[in-house]
Each structure stands twice: as structure tokens, then as C-alpha cells.
């Protein structure tokens, strides 16, 4: 069975600090994989995904996540928080194989501390 | 361009009531999603529609709730009778049609309370 997990709930990190918010999936075809980011009432928004080829992609607001194949991974990261960031995040994976059903981890909460 | 529009953004009912979420795709996504996002978890998967058919219901509860794309473009989703349990954040989201382009655009979502 398809499956991500975010093993984080919250994190709490200071304004200006790196950040990395992990994310593992459990698929048995080649998958795609995304970052959405969630602002409280506000509706899910893409910031980065990985398709195929280069394993670290850019994505909005200066994030970058790695697909690591042997870990089954893909965590998110920010050299430098800005308290702007405080939000939820969310891993999420699809394959065609499985007609591009996209299933979410539980997300993680960041908090920013000044 | 347009994102996904979805009505209304917040409904209160009683519980053994019914009630109906509408979502209106980006133009021209043949892939639309109906999601609930109960509070502290992650959206979890209703269905999925590829133009007017369904390609996944499986997490569905088919007992209470129901779903719709007629003529492939607008959908509604359902409920009758609801729970209390119901209680979330409907997500309707859409996205293109095949290849890589599995994204998927959200809609910022329907807030349902039972009472």
C-alpha cells in the first residue's frame, strides 16, 4: 500500500536558522513527489515537486527538498527561516501506476520562534 | 488563470442534516479531486474523477456521502445524513490530465462544522 510519513508534528526553529522537515514513502512504483505548504483557512500550495532527473529541486520562497531513491526520501529544506514561514507542511505522493492518486503524510507544524 | 473555486467556504448544520459542496476546476483539468482534511491530520483522499468518471472511490463512505461530475467539468459533493464525525475541511482540487503533469491546483476549501 502507497504511503508517506512525516515523522514530525511540530517543529519549532529560530528566525534566521536552517530548517528540514522530513518526509519517507512507501510505493511500490516510481513516484512523483511534492511539498504543499498551509497557512491557517488558506488552501494547500505547491512549493516544490519532483517529476524525474536532478534529485534536488528548487521550488518557491527559497525551499529546496532531495529525493534520495535508497531512502526513500524527500525532505524539505531552508537555509533560512523567516517567521513568515510558520505554517503546516505537507509531504505527498502519486504515481501513475496508482492513476495519480496523490496521498498525503500528516503533516508538520512549524513554529518560529524571534 | 483561474484557480479552483469552491462554495461555500464555511457551513454549520446539525447533525442528520444534508449538505453540498460545489467546485468549479481550472479550465481544461480533466483529473478533479474531492479531499477531507480533519483538523491536525492530512487531507485524506474521497474520490477522483478523470472527466466524468470515476477512477477512485475507495475511501468513499458510499453510505452517507455521494459525488458527481456532470459533463465532466463542475462536480458536488454530498452529504446525507451527516455525522458528527464529518466535522473538516473539504478540499476539491484538479489537475491536467496524463503525462507528468500530475500536479494538483487546491481550492482554499469548504469549512464544515456538525453540530
Known amino acids: 500500500a502507497q504511503s508517506v510519513t512525516q515523522p514530525d508534528i511540530h517543529i519549532t526553529v529560530s528566525e534566521g536558522a536552517s530548517l528540514e522537515l522530513r518526509c519517507n514513502y512507501s510505493?511500490?512504483?516510481?513516484?512523483?513527489l511534492f511539498w504543499y505548504v498551509q497557512s491557517p483557512g488558506q488552501g494547500l500550495q505547491l512549493l516544490l515537486k519532483?517529476?524525474?532527473?536532478?534529485?534536488l529541486v528548487q521550488g518557491i520562497k527559497g525551499f529546496e527538498a532531495e529525493f534520495k531513491r535508497s531512502q526513500s526520501s524527500f525532505n524539505l529544506r531552508k537555509p533560512s527561516v523567516h517567521w513568515s514561514d510558520a505554517a503546516e507542511y505537507f509531504c505527498?505522493?502519486?504515481?501513475?501506476?496508482?492513476?495519480?492518486?496523490?496521498?498525503f503524510g500528516a503533516g508538520t507544524i512549524l513554529r518560529v520562534k524571534s | 488563470e483561474a484557480g479552483v473555486a469552491q462554495s461555500p467556504r464555511y457551513k454549520i448544520i446539525e447533525k442528520r442534516q444534508s449538505v453540498a459542496f460545489w467546485c468549479n476546476p481550472i479550465?481544461?483539468?480533466?483529473?478533479l479531486y474531492w479531499y477531507q482534511q480533519i483538523l491536525g491530520q492530512g487531507p485524506k483522499l474521497l474520490i477522483q474523477?478523470?472527466?466524468?468518471?470515476?477512477?477512485?472511490d475507495s475511501q468513499l463512505p458510499k453510505d452517507r456521502f455521494s459525488a458527481e461530475r456532470l459533463k465532466g467539468v463542475d462536480s458536488t459533493l454530498k452529504i446525507q445524513p451527516a455525522k458528527l464525525e464529518d466535522s473538516a475541511v473539504y478540499l476539491c482540487?484538479?489537475?491536467?490530465?496524463?503525462?507528468?503533469?500530475?500536479?494538483?491546483?487546491f481550492g482554499q476549501g469548504t469549512r464544515l462544522t456538525v453540530v
Open positions: 482540487a484538479s489537475s491536467l490530465v496524463g503525462g507528468r503533469d500530475t500536479e494538483a491546483f
Open positions: 510505493y511500490g512504483a516510481t513516484p512523483y
Open positions: 519532483y517529476f524525474s532527473g536532478d534529485t
Open positions: 505527498a505522493v502519486s504515481a501513475r501506476e496508482y492513476g495519480n492518486k496523490l496521498v
Open positions: 479550465s481544461g483539468h480533466a483529473t
Open positions: 474523477f478523470q472527466n466524468n468518471g470515476v477512477v477512485d
